[in-house]
Nanobody
Framework: QKQLVESGGGLVQPGGSLRLSCAASGFTLEHYAIGWFRQAPGKGREGVSCIKSSDGSTYYADSVKGRFTISRDNAENTVYLQMNSLKPEDTAVYYC?????????????????????WGQGTQVTVAS
């Protein structure tokens, strides 16, 4: 059974760091682009970062560029999101998802319909 499981969320003070994990089972993660999205209360799901399958190229939303880093460990079948210099506005439920669309032309448009499997989410709260 195909599954994505996020972990690593929690409560952190502004300026702090967290590393989120997205562990895949039932499929080989490196064969797909994997994206991270987040959803704050009362808001829509927002694309945060994505890593391509073919060459491992990485993409970031402007709001997190320079602070977040996405990476992939093929041996562990896991994608990570290192989040540094966290701000209160980063507070949200973070989801990882598998992108089924092969064409990468629209990858940075962050269309949720281009992703077919989603994890259950992990809560990140940035507050003092």
């Amino acid at each position: 059974q195909k599954q994505l499981v996020e972990s690593g969320g929690g409560l952190v003070q502004p300026g702090g760091s967290l590393r989120l994990s997205c562990a895949a089972s039932g499929f080989t993660l490196e064969h797909y682009a994997i994206g991270w999205f987040r959803q704050a209360p009362g808001k829509g799901r927002e694309g945060v970062s994505c890593i391509k399958s073919s060459d491992g190229s990485t993409y970031y939303a402007d709001s997190v560029k320079g602070r977040f880093t996405i990476s992939r460990d093929n041996a562990e079948n896991t994608v990570y999101l290192q989040m540094n210099s966290l701000k209160p506005e980063d507070t949200a439920v973070y989801y990882c998802a598998r992108r089924w669309v092969i064409d990468t032309a629209t990858l940075q448009e962050w269309h949720t319909y281009e992703y077919d499997f989603w994890g259950q989410g992990t809560q990140v709260t940035v507050a003092s």
